[in-house]
């Protein structure tokens, strides 16, 4: 059975910094894609970042391109989302997606496509 177990999320105020942790089980981590979205109160879920196990296939929603940075440790099946500069409009519930296909990419997790489980989410609250 494959769990994502999200961790991390908090209350901050604007401008401060906040990493999220993902840890994967029951899959081949090293072989697959992994995503961060979020969903705001009343919102539809939109896409964060993403991470292929190839090197160098990253990609960035444009809201957050140089704010967030996701990353991987695969030794400790474990990805990553620092977020800094956080404003207000970042508030959302924050959802890890794997996409365990090794065809997967980047891009085609930020469009929803290959992605086979969810996190159940954590909460991130950033006060102005």
């Known amino acids: 059975q494959v769990q994502l177990a999200e961790s991390g999320g908090g209350l901050v105020q604007a401008g401060d910094s906040l990493r999220l942790s993902c840890v994967p089980s029951?899959?081949?981590?090293?072989?697959?894609?992994m995503g961060w979205f979020r969903q705001a109160p009343g919102m539809e879920r939109e896409f964060v970042a993403a991470?292929?196990?190839?090197?160098?296939?990253?990609y960035y929603a444009e809201s957050v391109k140089g704010r967030f940075t996701i990353s991987r440790d695969n030794a400790k099946n474990t990805v990553y989302l620092q977020m800094k500069s956080l404003k207000p409009e970042d508030t959302a519930a924050y959802y890890c997606?794997?996409?365990?296909?090794?065809?997967?990419?980047?891009?085609?997790?930020?469009?929803?496509?290959?992605?086979?489980?969810w996190g159940k989410g954590i909460r991130v609250t950033v006060s102005s």
């Open positions: 997606a794997a996409a365990p296909l090794w065809t997967a990419q980047a891009v085609s997790v930020s469009r929803g496509y290959d992605i086979n489980y």
């Open positions: 029951g899959l081949t981590f090293s072989r697959t894609t």
């Open positions: 991470l292929s196990w190839r090197p160098g296939d990253i």
